[in-house]
């Protein structure tokens, strides 16, 4: 699948449980190929933290799409998001 494909708007499904809550969920989703059923590909999170304005930021993208740009699109999507709703700042703890 294309990175086109992956990151196209109806791929990247916007989930939202009420981000007065202070959570947002973003799922990238993808058909396989042979099956054609459907398969979550990646997920993003934002979390709004008890400091006032600040919210972590956390990713999980599937093994066989890591470093084709999938988790990119999600934290820039979830900047977006972090911007509409005026956050200040975004924290998030890298690993690989």
Do not use: P, W
Request: glycine fraction near 8%; hydrophobic fraction near 40%.
């Amino acid at each position: 699948m294309s990175f086109a494909a992956r990151t196209a708007h109806d791929t990247l499904l916007r989930i939202y449980h009420g981000y007065s809550e202070g959570e947002l969920v973003l799922v990238a989703e993808g058909k396989d190929q042979e099956s054609g059923e459907r398969r979550i590909l990646g997920v993003g999170r934002l979390n709004r933290l008890q400091a006032d304005g600040e919210a972590e930021v956390a990713v999980l993208v599937s093994d066989q799409y890591q470093l084709k740009g999938l988790a990119t699109e999600l934290v820039r999507q979830l900047i977006k998001a972090a911007r509409e709703n005026k956050l200040r700042s975004l924290v998030a703890e890298m690993s690989n």
